[in-house]
């Protein structure tokens, strides 16, 4: 999380995110 857009989701849909990348 370094200042990525997902900041403004949710820790959940943080991680999601992060898992596709």
């Keep these: ?3 990525k857009p997902t900041q403004c989701l949710c820790l959940s849909c943080s991680k999601i ?5």
């Design 1 to 3: 999380m370094e200042g």
């Design 17 to 21: 995110f992060d898992a596709l990348r």
